[in-house]
Nanobody
Framework: QVQLVESGGGLVQAGGSLRLSCAASGSILRFVTMGWYRQAPGKQRELVAGITISSSSTNYADSVKGRFTISRDNAKNMVYLQMNSLKPEDTAVYYC??????????WGQGTQVTVSS
């Protein structure tokens, strides 16, 4: 069983920054990918950023490219999402996600990010 705990969400003004953290139970080296998704009210959950554990290659949604950065710390079993130049449309619940080598996804409980204009 994998447990993921997100933190770092909150209320910020447009143009501000937040750093989300996701703590995984156990080593993240057992995962194939880790990522951040978000879901705004009335919208589908969407991938924001992902990282492949073995290669550290990353991918981003077009809407966040150049503003958000995903990173990981193997020693601390953490994955982060640095969010800069935040916009009101970034307002959503952000979820940490991992996928095992068996293709099984796990989700955190989510953390709210609210960007005021």
């Amino acid at each position: 069983q994998v447990q993921l705990v997100e933190s770092g969400g909150g209320l910020v003004q447009a143009g501000g920054s937040l750093r989300l953290s996701c703590a995984a139970s156990g080593s993240i080296l057992r995962f194939v990918t880790m990522g951040w998704y978000r879901q705004a009210p009335g919208k589908q959950r969407e991938l924001v950023a992902g990282i492949t554990i073995s290669s550290s290659s990353t991918n981003y949604a077009d809407s966040v490219k150049g503003r958000f950065t995903i990173s990981r710390d193997n020693a601390k079993n953490m994955v982060y999402l640095q969010m800069n130049s935040l916009k009101p449309e970034d307002t959503a619940v952000y979820y940490c996600n991992v996928r095992t080598d068996r293709g099984i996804p796990y989700w955190g409980q989510g953390t709210q990010v609210t960007v005021s204009s």
